[in-house]
């Protein structure tokens, strides 16, 4: 791992404006001092009894954790153990007990408007989370669940939801489409939708979160906020995991951003944004468990990307410095090729004009070349924003810069040889962000309104 100042350093230069930490690691807090960042510190699962039994002991962990490195660090939350009511179960009756007892604490510091406390839970406590219309706790109205609920009503603090649609999908028998879980769009005949309310639901994401909107409700308690506390897909995974890879976490990440910075909620709450935080910033690679377990993070602890990262729905890319480009398989039926070369050219909206006659990607004349230009073009404009090489099994990605002579695929380091030859018009359509999106990195906030966040597990 690098070193607490390189850590701040790394978040600096991606320009993530809000972290969590797991715990209150004095060194992270140091290193963030006078960085303006905001910080949700976190209460261990192995505290969480102790701060519960003892007023003293959450003010000895207030004063130690908090109180005396703000206003130079800015700690804006308290997260009070990971998932304790299915985590833990045993420590779940004084969970709510440890949160009050903190906020106690932040009071007699004067600290209690800065600071919010809560505490993740994992979309477990929800047993039947779809249709989110009729999801509801598996608690009674005296649960644990409901003081919960009515301790974040009465500080005015949010819930903090653990959503994970990786799990919803893989652990789901195929019931939905892996689409649903990436955020791609779905075609009409697919498309879910509640049975109760109508209304569509465009990702998994969204729907885990009106679930827990919808179980709330049915407990009374309509106007607390959430916030996704822990978000992501695994970049890596062992042979019995299909679905962990380095597309699906590019796709899935780019199309959370794009989601989540567009300031809207889901259906049941359009006019409330989903803030949320991805998990995680690194690699966890002696944890336990399957090798999915170990490969959340979304950069190498040198800084680059591991996979092309586009921060608040840029056009800009953040990633490592070897490019990669999308190109046509060797084995795939000319039929096939056909099929995505006429896709890419048409719908896609790739720049084709340089594969016809007379121009400089013209020859060799055939389907394989062709279709690795048109794909090429159609990928490195458009992952940005959650699209993928595939086309219909036919394409695959590549390191190897496949240029040529005259013929320069974009993404290449001579890409910009060929600036200024092209026709207006030639490189696709606006994004569907707008042109206010279309910033230099240097320039990018990570944060806006509401807006992917980042966890930093140390």
Not at 1 to 29: F, Q
Not at 60 to 77: G, M, R
Not at 172 to 186: M, Q, V
Not at 307 to 336: H, R, W, Y
Request: include cysteine; hydrophobic fraction near 35%; charged fraction near 15%.
């Amino acid at each position: 791992m690098p070193s607490a100042s390189e850590v701040v350093s790394i978040i600096k230069t991606h320009r993530i404006t809000h972290v969590r930490l797991y715990d209150a690691d004095s060194h992270m807090l140091k290193a963030l001092a006078d960085s303006g960042i905001e910080v949700t510190v976190g209460v261990t699962n192995e505290e969480v009894l102790g701060i519960g039994e003892s007023a003293s002991a959450a003010a000895a962990w207030v004063s130690k954790n908090v109180a005396s490195y703000v206003p130079s660090t800015n700690i804006t939350a308290i997260a009070v153990g990971s998932e304790v009511l299915t985590s833990i179960p045993h420590a779940a009756p004084i969970l709510v007990t440890a949160m009050n007892n903190l906020h106690k604490a932040l009071v007699a510091s004067n600290l209690n408007f800065q600071v919010k406390v809560s505490s993740p839970q994992s979309l477990d406590i929800i047993p039947e989370p779809f249709p989110p219309s009729t999801a509801a706790f598996n608690s009674s109205p005296n649960s644990t669940v409901y003081q919960l609920l009515q301790f974040l009503n009465n500080t005015n603090s949010y819930f903090m939801l653990n959503a994970y649609p990786y799990y919803g999908y893989t652990n789901g028998n195929g019931i939905f489409p892996i689409d649903y879980a990436l955020f791609k769009p779905l075609p009409s005949v697919k498309q879910i939708v509640d049975p109760n309310t109508l209304f569509h639901y465009n990702s998994m994401f969204d729907a885990m979160v009106d679930a827990t909107y919808y179980s709330m409700d049915a407990l009374n308690f309509s106007g607390i906020p959430i916030v996704v506390t822990e978000t992501g897909w695994p970049w890596q995974g062992g042979p019995n995991e299909p679905d962990a890879t380095v597309e699906n976490a590019g796709t899935f990440i780019n199309y959370l951003i794009r989601r989540v910075s567009n300031d809207s909620g889901p259906p049941s709450r359009p006019n409330i944004p989903i803030n949320t935080y991805i998990y995680e910033l690194f690699n966890e690679d002696k944890r336990r468990g399957p090798v999915s377990e170990k490969n959340w993070g979304v950069l190498y602890t040198n800084g680059t990307a591991v996979f092309p990262l586009s921060l608040s729905g840029s056009s800009q890319i953040m990633g490592n410095v070897t490019t990669v480009f999308c190109v046509a398989k060797d084995d795939a039926s000319e039929d096939k090729l056909q099929d995505g070369l006429n896709w890419a050219c048409g719908q896609g909206q790739a720049n084709c004009s340089v594969i016809q006659s007379g121009q400089p990607c013209y020859l060799p004349n055939n389907i394989k070349n062709h279709a690795s230009y048109a794909y090429n073009d159609y990928y490195q404009r458009m992952h940005t924003v959650g699209a993928t090489c595939d086309f219909d099994g036919t394409a695959t990605i590549t390191t190897n810069d496949p240029s040529y002579r005259s013929c320069i695929f974009t993404g290449s380091s001579n890409s910009s040889a060929r600036e200024g030859l092209l026709p207006p018009g030639a490189f696709g359509p606006v994004s569907p962000l707008g042109e206010s999106m279309k910033l230099l990195v240097s320039k990018v906030r990570y944060v806006i309104s509401a807006a992917c966040l980042l966890i930093i597990l140390l």
